[in-house]
């Protein structure tokens, strides 16, 4: 068996632009899904019950459902259905937003959760609102312990962007399969996506590491 390994060299282009949109992607549903999460979150300790009930309907529903299964449904059922189509790269931001809200939902119910009642109601006490209390008391507390939790899911996310490689969004592990389709080299393709994500995430991990050390709160 000969090794072309010059290939990697030669469609480095493709593969960069890949890897550079695997990471736009991660950015822009963390930055969407983060605040969908704190909504969806809120809704679900909110005394209304039809917020709470819609909150978790919507989060038990993404939860449970694979990933690759709601990338399927957005991009070939929702036309059908709706008559509503996203393009490619529409069709892996919805799937990814609602699949990741979903869990920082929890995450965030989780955190405002574990803050003590005494916060609250001393908030209360000298004059806030309940909002007030929510937004300057509770909420600022429950970031730093959720903090090592969401940079857990930010890891995962990188990695499950590759998914969206089946609807042909052109990000790294799309990249590679192209390239590996026209020129064969199925070894040397697989090794270089292989390479670049892990070049890529393990600084990522080791942050998350890092957090977990200095953010992670100990009762």
């Known amino acids: 068996m000969q090794f072309d390994w010059s290939v990697i060299w030669t469609h480095r282009e493709t593969l960069l632009h890949g890897a550079a949109l695997t990471v736009g992607l991660t950015v822009v549903t963390m930055l969407l899904a983060v605040p969908g999460g704190i909504v969806l979150a809120l809704m679900r300790l909110s005394s209304n019950r039809l917020l709470s009930n819609v909150s978790l309907a919507f989060v038990e529903f993404f939860r449970n459902l694979p990933l690759i299964l709601v990338i399927y449904w957005v991009f070939y059922v929702m036309p059908m259905a709706a008559d509503v189509q996203f393009s490619p790269l529409t069709t892996a931001l919805v799937a990814l937003v609602c699949n ?22 001393a908030a209360l006490a000298i004059g806030m609102s309940r909002r007030q ?7 600022p507390q429950a970031a730093r312990r959720i903090l090592p939790v969401l940079a857990s899911t930010w890891i995962s996310l990188f990695k499950d962007t590759s998914l969206v490689s089946v609807i042909a969004v052109s990000e790294l592990a799309y990249s590679a399969m192209q390239v590996r389709a026209q020129t064969f080299r199925v070894l040397e393709m697989l090794t270089a996506m292989a390479v670049l994500y892990w070049l890529m995430g393990y600084p990522q991990a080791k942050l998350v590491d890092w957090i977990h050390r200095r953010y992670g709160v100990k009762e």
């Open 133 to 139: 209390a929510m937004f300057k008391v509770v909420i």
């Open 100 to 121: 990741v809200s979903a869990y920082n939902a929890e995450t965030f119910r989780a955190g405002i959760n574990s803050i003590r009642k005494g916060q609250m109601e």
